[in-house]
């Protein structure tokens, strides 16, 4: 009787885990920095402690000397957070950290940091794992959970299938958009806000 009370709690915040990640969105996730975002990283902390350098050594202010410290001092954690890159970059004086692959490197770097996980990946991703910890609780319970994630990942590629086809319709019949809006206007606002997410 424990063990079924204790797997039904196991299943029920499992699917609520579920539940939340599916509600929540993908714009909170992100992918783990990847080869050029640890180069560009490790670059921008060789390029802040080449800055306060030689603010030091050309005798600035002492305010332009303190920030470029402090920058340095900052870039620490940018590199610490991505990881160390597998092949460092020339960067030890001004003229190698001022090459035209290490600004290449920061602009790929920066259009990286902007992408987030499909929705409907992580959608998947999500109904995968959960139906993976269900049947490794087993019983009937576990058994149930498994045939309701299993019917609700059909239901979701449907409803992917539907919403494609439909902005497909609706660039390829540009007059027809105003009537296929009019035929949505009875969906409630609970769909429209669905579809309104999933489609991005």
Known sequence: MRRTISNRRTVVLALAALVTLSLGGCNGLRFAPGETQKQNAWLHNRTAAVAAETARDEQTSPQLQALTRLSELQSRSFTAYCGLPKKYPQAETSE???????????????????????????????????????ALFGGVLGTRAVRFLQEARAKSQALKEIIQGNELFKTQNAEQVAAFKAAQQNQSPETRRLVTAIKG
């Open 96 to 134: 190698q950290i001022l090459a035209e692959s290490n600004w290449q490197t920061a602009n790929a770097a920066l259009a990286q940091s902007a992408e987030r996980p499909d929705a409907w990946q992580v959608a998947d991703s999500a109904l995968d794992v959960g139906i993976g910890v269900c």
